[in-house]
């Protein structure tokens, strides 16, 4: 439309010199010849208002301890929005401070199976995020006490529109937490056992569940009661002839819709019999913290009876396992399935038997909350490991071993390192815990010179026994270096069938870097982009896939279905190790697609037609009142100069741009004549962040009968660099009828484009 117009009034011009009415023609309806389109010239000054990037959700609802298994993700809907863009960062601890804090931009990942290639949720305002199966669902499970924080982003890649920001839930999902540390009292009592439970997490509880059985394993559980949300234990009332049978307590939660929790942990307990044996005391840990790499000994004091059973528990299951049920000394040797890092606690009941009938004493108060714990763990490698590059060294920290912090005084760390993640390893070095000092934050840290590419460390007590390795570890490598984004680039060569512009008629850029100068450990690297300089990045994928994002090469096409004309992109690049890890962030660079000949005219005729509402003697009503010279200047600089004037039969008006501007391009991608800030690039097209800048002729000439030609040309520069020829475009009864314009934009051949481009 806004070309249309400065064809239009050019020739209308002239038609008020030769023609002896032409008033009509600037009605509010503008003829365009007979058999030819028309177009209000409202539509000039008024240009229809029109979607370039969509409005962010304005909400997004996750919910807190609904499910025991799901979170639920819901947000209110877009005006323009098809699909939708859900992404998750999950947070596993709190800090020091016993706070979640929110995560980072860059550890917000797309949810597997959103979709089956992309995380594209369609006509969707609303998700559930299943996290743990049906056979997942245990209280073991470290997810019961995680944060999933949430982010959505509208999108409308069939209409180019630009996808909106991301907004973020300002509290974390979480699940349906169960009751933790499930208790049941061992024979303190002859006729209940109390059951006891640390409350849920969760703050949607409404009361708790305890169900019975005489299983082992749980199993045919009978219901016995529930309590409100506020009470943690629960008197059961054992008759006298089930006194001395075990018994094993389960407590679930449920929420204020009737869901429940998974079960929590199988708590064994009874009643003490007429005739019990005493309780056990005494119990300790004798050999066993970090003596070992394969067992715990325990003893306790004789309780003046014959057989004894052993359980334990740890401080990762709060549950009985039972160990021997026979043990007729006063020790055992526990060398069961001990894992690494973790705290093990030992408890012991003395028994006899009447009648045939086994009758259990009060099991010892050994466990993890007695005031004297039978405490024990075997030596352990650090839990965490973590390595950090400089200059010509590597840092190296990890956790203290298991112990208290005399014991980890007496510890020594050996560190080990390989070219290749499964070995072998070489040791490198051994550093005694004392020569370290006290761990900071937790952690040891030591530097270390070394060419390796994976490490790993072990524990070494003062009798020199070695734990087992901890896992393996490489230091996140150095950044790429020399990132560079095309701008307007033509990669048809490159690209082949896949240079395709997108619904905006934009077409792919191409983001390349360097190796770091050491890029040994560099498994390969993965590209972020964002529509803003300091936030909003968004992990890209190879062909827009969602699941190889990681590239070995240097080289990276961006084939962004929302990428629109006059908006600027930018990208980073990260640097990953062999085993996925990275730290390190390119330079931030900026980039945008070349556009297609036609949205080229479109983009280019903003300023060709914001110049013509300028011109004072085109817009007179009187027919030779046109005629004349007048000059304006543009917002930006230049000048455009009319010159409408009749030589004999014929009439010409010239228009000449001289380094003509109206408008900036913003990095928001709104183009207007506001100043830049320093959000914005004004460097932008080596034109001081000016969108175009005109040079040259757009002039028409046309005979009695009001038909003629266009001619001339205008030299573009800015954003887009190149030119537009008028040569070929044809008057037809006093307005454009036919022909082309010849768009050459910098790097690509000249492209024909119909006269009808921009008028839609």
Same mark, same amino acid.
């Given at each position: 439309m806004m070309k249309k117009?400065?064809?239009?009034?050019? /020739?209308?011009?002239?038609?008020? %010199?030769?023609? +002896?009415?032409?008033?009509?023609? $600037?009605?509010e309806k503008v003829s365009m010849g007979t058999g030819y389109e028309t177009a209000s010239l409202t539509d000039v000054v008024i240009p229809k208002q029109v979607i370039e990037q969509l409005d962010s959700p304005?909400?997004?609802?996750? +919910?807190?301890? #609904?499910?025991?298994?799901?979170?639920? %993700?819901?947000?209110?809907?877009?005006?323009? /929005?098809?699909?939708?863009?859900?992404?998750? !960062?999950?947070?596993?601890?709190?800090?020091?401070?016993?706070?979640?804090?929110?995560? #980072?931009e860059s550890d917000y990942e797309v949810i597997p199976g959103t979709s089956t290639s992309s995380a594209t949720l369609y006509n969707q305002t609303s998700f559930t995020d299943t996290i743990l199966s049906q056979n997942s669902m245990k209280?073991?499970?470290?997810?019961?006490?995680?944060?999933?924080?949430?982010?959505?982003?509208?999108?409308?890649? $069939?209409?180019?529109?630009?996808?909106?920001? $991301?907004?973020?839930?300002?509290?974390?999902g979480t699940l349906f937490a169960p009751p933790t540390e499930i208790k049941a009292t061992t024979g303190s009592s002859d006729n209940k056992v109390t059951v006891s439970w640390q409350k849920s997490t969760s703050p949607t509880v409404q009361e708790y569940s305890i169900y019975r059985s005489e299983n082992e394993n749980g199993t045919n559980a009978t219901y016995l009661t529930s309590v409100k949300s506020n009470m943690t234990r629960y008197d059961d009332a054992i008759a006298e002839q089930n006194r001395g049978t075990a018994y094993y307590y389960t407590v679930? !939660?449920?929420?204020?819709?009737?869901?429940?929790?998974?079960? =929590? &942990?199988l708590a064994m307990g009874y009643a003490r019999a007429e005739g019990a044996p005493p309780q056990v005391t005494g119990v300790r840990v004798t050999n066993g913290r970090g003596t070992s790499t394969k067992s715990?000994?325990?003893?306790?004091?004789?309780? =003046? /009876?014959?057989n004894y059973a052993v359980y334990r528990s740890s401080s990762k299951d709060s549950a009985l396992t039972l160990l021997n049920a026979n043990v007729t000394s006063t020790s055992y040797p526990d060398d069961k399935n001990l894992s690494p890092n973790v705290y093990y606690y030992y408890h012991v009941q003395a028994w006899t038997t009447k009648d045939d009938k086994k009758i259990k004493g009060q099991l010892s108060d050994s466990g993890k909350t007695s005031t004297a714990p039978a405490e024990g763990f075997i030596l352990s490698p650090p839990e965490t490991v973590s390595i950090s590059k400089g200059a010509g060294r590597l840092s190296i920290a990890w956790s203290a071993a298991l112990g208290t912090s005399d014991e980890q005084a007496a510890y020594s760390y050996k560190i080990m390192g390989s070219n290749d993640q499964g070995g072998p390893f070489t040791d490198i070095e051994t550093v005694d815990a004392a020569s370290l000092g006290l761990p900071f934050d937790g952690l040891y840290y030591h530097q270390i010179s070394s060419a390796y590419s994976y490490f790993k460390?072990?524990?070494? *007590?003062?009798?020199?026994?070695?734990?087992?390795?901890?896992t393996v570890t490489a230091p996140a490598p150095f950044a790429p270096q020399s990132i560079s984004v095309s701008r307007t680039a033509n990669l048809s060569s490159e690209m082949g069938s896949d240079f395709v512009y997108n619904a905006n008629e934009v077409f792919p850029v191409k983001v390349t870097w360097t190796a770091p100068s050491e890029s040994s450990d560099v498994k390969g690297y993965i590209v972020y982009r964002s529509d803003k300089k300091d936030r909003g990045y968004k992990k890209l994928s190879v062909g827009n896939d969602e699941k190889t994002y990681i590239i070995s090469g240097n080289t990276f096409y961006d084939q962004n279905p929302s990428a629109r004309a006059g908006k600027v992109y930018y990208y980073k690049v990260l640097s990953v190790n $062999?085993? #996925?890890?990275?730290? *390190?962030?390119? #330079?931030?660079?900026?980039?945008? =697609?070349?556009?297609? &000949?036609?949205?080229?005219m479109r983009e280019y005729n903003k300023t060709i037609t914001n110049s013509l509402k300028k011109l004072t003697l085109m817009h007179k009503s009187g027919n030779t009142a046109k005629l004349g010279q007048e000059s304006k200047s543009g917002t930006l600089g230049g000048t455009l100069s009319y010159d409408a004037h009749v030589s004999g039969v014929s009439g010409r008006v010239i228009m000449r741009y001289e380094s003509y501007a109206d408008f900036y391009v913003h990095a928001t991608g709104k183009i207007d004549s506001n100043p830049l800030d320093s959000t914005d690039e004004n460097t932008l097209g080596n034109a001081g962040g000016i969108y175009f800048i005109v040079t040259g002729n757009t002039n028409t000439s046309a005979g009695m009968d009001t038909n003629g030609m266009m001619d001339g040309t205008v030299d573009c520069r800015g954003m887009y660099p190149g030119s537009v020829v008028y040569d070929n475009v044809q008057i037809k009864g006093g307005a454009a009828g036919g022909g082309y314009y010849i768009i050459k934009r910098d790097g690509f051949g000249p492209e024909n484009v119909n006269w009808t481009v921009g008028n839609e």
């Open positions: 117009c400065l064809i239009n009034i050019a /020739a209308a011009g002239i038609c008020a %010199v030769l023609l +002896s009415s032409c008033a009509e023609l $600037f009605q304005s909400q997004i609802f996750v +919910s807190n301890g #609904d499910s025991p298994s799901s979170i639920t %993700v819901s947000w209110t809907p877009v005006r323009g /929005a098809i699909s939708y863009r859900l992404e998750r !960062a999950i947070v596993t601890a709190a800090n020091e401070n016993g706070k979640f804090e929110a995560p #980072d209280y073991t499970a470290p997810q019961y006490s995680y944060r999933y924080y949430y982010r959505v982003s509208a999108e409308n890649s $069939f209409k180019g529109y630009t996808p909106s920001e $991301f907004t973020t839930c300002e509290e974390p679930y !939660a449920q929420n204020r819709s009737g869901v429940k929790s998974c079960a =929590g &942990a715990i000994t325990i003893t306790w004091d004789n309780a =003046g /009876a014959v460390i072990s524990t070494l *007590n003062a009798a020199g026994t070695e734990s087992e390795a901890s $062999f085993l #996925d890890q990275g730290a *390190n962030y390119s #330079d931030v660079e900026y980039g945008y =697609g070349a556009i297609t &000949a036609n949205q080229y």
